[in-house]
């Protein structure tokens, strides 16, 4: 999920990750200037492909790497984040590491957790929860510890894509890339659902203000008026307004300036909490174990569609193909695990928070279980303040991100095709319709976010949380003589989870 690394030498001790540097978040808003920041990019790619991560002959010179003030690191969520170069001292320390993790891995995924945890049942989506936390913490370790295993490389500024490409070769980097495009153009398709249903709830907003007032709680979406429904759908029109305001951005040479909002990623999830704990208090739990058998209001604790939580949590807790950047900038590196380790268990606290809370709470009777939506702010009335402020916070924050993702996929795609993430405005613009069209598409017809959430999580899990470095490991054990059984049949193990979770969401 990031832009190509330039190659620099083993005595430098930063690892670039150049972006033009317009309005960058960090120590420094000031504008740089575009075509200097253009141009030194241009410089060191071009001596990147001069030569192999592993040929110290044909490294840039450090005339042509940048100085410390301008290399940057783009996150999974479009801010850039200054690279601190030299001493340790420089780096970040372990409280802000575990905090970025915790906020690169939010996302839509938590608006999904009560959802989830009502299809799994709710004793087994609590186990669930713990479960996946921890196989894919570990899986996330393995990604990290990737590196070290390589033995006579400087590895010291590679990423995952580069250990797939040693030790599975142009297979390996492809499989990689694509698997990651799967999850950013994913994510773009649950966003372009969300942005519509959110659109649609503000206009809806504003109109019951002038002309009813629904109740609390709702099972189902009430019905307004004939012309506003005519004009004003969540699935005929919304989706398609959004285009106009959209596809625009997309077509943007740099998406830097959409980087200063991406704050209010943080915001919208610390509002979440503030606004579950809130109707939690206020609506008090209801809660009645059936173990097995359903009854009128309540769902069993144990189901059999509990892959579809482990489809949404795969994508929940995915951070893997961005985990060794974000922990180069550790201040002490020998706590790596252990911050690591604290990230996940934060992320695992605030989805169980969020799940349990709105499912405990929902009220049950009169409504059923069953009418928790996959997107839980649905069971809210489009009349509630406080929603339509979590809403309209959540629209905007999703309006500004929307292009950096895109941006990322361009990147990504454009950049190993043609070795230019701008190759001309048509090149650009195909892409955006064909990406803008799949999220119409699903806006449109299959606007269930826990759907989409839990096939993608699934299909890029399924290589790059449990298939990819599972047998990286194996292979880097076979390689020096030390694979034993035991870990054999564990990582074999964690490989057939993988695919149990894929096939598990088309048929459970």
């Known amino acids: 999920m990031f832009l190509k690394h330039l190659r620099v030498p083993f005595a430098l001790s930063f690892r670039p ?9 960090g120590d420094d808003v000031q504008e740089r200037v575009s075509s200097e920041a253009a ?18 002959l044909l490294v840039p010179p450090d005339h042509v790497i940048p100085s410390p003030e301008d290399i940057y690191i783009y996150s999974p969520l479009g801010t850039a984040f200054k690279v601190q170069g030299g001493d340790s001292t420089a780096k970040n320390p372990s409280i802000v590491t575990i905090f970025a993790i915790w906020n690169t891995m939010m996302g839509t995924s938590i608006l999904s957790m009560p959802w989830g945890i009502k299809q799994a049942g709710f004793t087994l989506g609590i186990i669930i929860i713990v479960l996946m936390g921890l196989l894919t913490l ?22 995952f894509p ?6 599975f070769g142009g297979f390996g980097k492809w499989s990689s890339l694509v698997f990651s495009l799967v999850s950013l153009i994913g994510a773009m398709v649950v966003y372009w659902v969300l942005m519509s249903n959110f659109l649609f709830n503000t206009g809806k907003f504003i109109y019951s203000e002038c002309f009813f007032s629904p109740p609390f709680l709702i099972c189902s979406a009430n019905s307004t008026g004939q012309v506003f429904d005519l004009w004003w759908s969540k699935t005929n029109t919304i989706p398609f307004y959004l285009i106009v305001l959209l596809l625009p951005l997309l077509n943007f040479r740099s998406a830097s300036f959409f980087a200063r909002f991406t704050f209010l990623g943080t915001l919208s999830v610390v509002y979440l909490i503030f ?11 209801h809660l009645d174990f059936h173990w097995f058998d359903s009854s ?3 769902v069993p604790e144990f189901r059999s569609l509990f892959p579809q939580l482990t489809g949404v949590l795969t994508l929940a807790f995915f951070i893997h193909n961005c985990i060794i950047t974000l922990m180069k900038n550790n201040k002490h590196q020998e706590n790596n695990v252990r911050d690591l380790s604290l990230a996940y268990l934060l992320v695992g606290i605030t989805y169980l928070y969020v799940g349990v809370l709105i499912f405990a709470a929902f009220p049950s009777p009169p409504l059923s279980k069953e009418c928790i939506e996959p997107n839980f702010l649905d069971n809210f009335p489009s009349s509630d303040v406080l929603v339509f402020v979590a809403r309209a916070c959540l629209l905007f924050q999703m309006t500004t991100v929307y292009p950096l993702l895109g941006y990322l996929v361009r990147v990504q ?20 319709i064909l990406v803008v069209g799949a999220g119409v598409l699903m806006a449109r017809f299959y606007p269930n976010i826990g759907s989409i959430i839990r096939y993608s999580g699934a299909l890029c899990g399924l290589a790059l949380v449990f298939v990819l470095p599972s047998l990286i490991h194996l292979t880097s054990l076979n390689r020096r003589g030390e694979l034993r059984w035991p870990s054999a049949v564990f990582h074999g193990f964690l490989v057939l989870l993988g695919v149990a979770n894929l096939f598990g969401q088309f048929f459970m």
């Open 296 to 298: 009128t209001f309540f």
């Open 17 to 25: 990750f150049h972006v033009e540097p317009r309005n960058i978040v």
């Open 162 to 167: 580069d250990v797939c490409k040693y030790y």
């Open 138 to 159: 570990y899986c996330c370790y393995r990604v990290l510890k990737s590196t070290k295993s390589i033995p006579y490389v400087d590895t010291s500024d590679w990423e």
């Open 275 to 285: 606004l579950v704990t809130y109707k939690a208090i206020r609506l008090g739990f």
């Open 413 to 432: 795609l454009m950049g190993q095709l043609f070795g230019d993430h701008y190759p001309s405005f048509l090149h650009v613009f195909i892409l955006n």
């Open 39 to 56: 141009a030194l990019s241009s410089r060191v790619h071009y001596y990147g492909r001069l030569t192999a991560s592993s040929d110290r």
